[in-house]
């Protein structure tokens, strides 16, 4: 089992900037697939970006595309989140996810 643990949400305005982090323990991560999710309020979760750990290939929702950047860290194992140019709309916690394993969610909260 892994453990994963999120970071670096907070309170942004529109138009700003976050970088959330995602720190990975417990099991190798070669060839594996590193997600982030997310749930805004009384929604479901959904797919945000995901990047493949050992070629670093990476795939996004249509709502991620040209404004979230997914990349990761070998050394540190650790899978980041560069979210530029947020919107009210990406209100949500955010969650790391590595096949089963979840981490326990950071929340980002855009004001307009």
């Known amino acids: 089992q892994v453990q994963l643990v999120e970071s670096g949400g907070g309170l942004a305005q529109a138009g700003e900037s976050l970088t959330l982090s995602c720190a990975a323990s417990?099991?190798?991560?070669?060839?594996?697939?590193m997600r982030w999710f997310r749930r805004a309020p009384g929604k479901e979760r959904e797919f945000v970006a995901s990047?493949?750990?050992?070629?670093?290939?990476?795939f996004y929702a249509d709502s991620a595309k040209g404004r979230f950047t997914i990349s990761r860290d070998r050394a540190k194992s650790t899978v980041y989140l560069q979210m530029n140019a947020l919107k009210p709309e990406d209100t949500a916690v955010y969650y790391c996810?590595?096949?089963?394993?979840w981490g326990q969610g950071t929340q980002v909260t855009v004001s307009s």
């Open positions: 417990g099991r190798t991560l070669s060839g594996y697939v």
């Open positions: 996810n590595l096949q089963s394993d």
């Open positions: 990047i493949t750990w050992t070629l670093g290939n990476t």
